[in-house]
């Protein structure tokens, strides 16, 4: 996985395990999607990841300019640093 995350380690960094938040339950998924099942392998260019690394937020984007959107408005950052990818 590429990265454009630098952090004080001196390459990326991602907590192993991320902050939890309480599940909701899913209440209109049908059996039958349940059973038909929903991964299959994809790639960078068919599904682009970008992660907010900033002060640990670990929210995903489906883009650098979504991201930087989202620092603007929830960190009052303009900072492009610390956006982990494996896009670019």
């Known amino acids: 996985m590429a990265t454009t995350a630098t952090t004080g380690g001196g390459g990326p960094r991602l ?3 991320l902050k ?3 599940a909701t339950q899913d ?4 059996v039958g999607e349940i059973e038909a099942g ?3 392998v994809t790639s960078p260019t068919e599904t ?5 690394a900033f002060q640990d937020c670990n929210r995903l984007f ?4 979504r991201v930087m ?3 603007k ?16």
């Not at 209440?27 to 049908?30: D, G, K, S």
């Not at 408005?73 to 670019?88: A, F, G, M, P, V």
């Open 38 to 40: 929903h991964a299959r």
């Open 62 to 65: 489906p883009s650098r300019e």
């Open 27 to 30: 209440t209109t998924a049908t």
């Open 69 to 71: 959107l989202h620092r």
């Open 48 to 52: 682009p990841i970008f992660i907010c």
């Open 15 to 17: 907590p192993s395990v």
């Open 73 to 88: 408005r929830d960190h009052d950052s303009e900072d492009d640093r610390d956006i982990l990818t494996w896009n670019e």
């Open 20 to 22: 939890s938040r309480p």
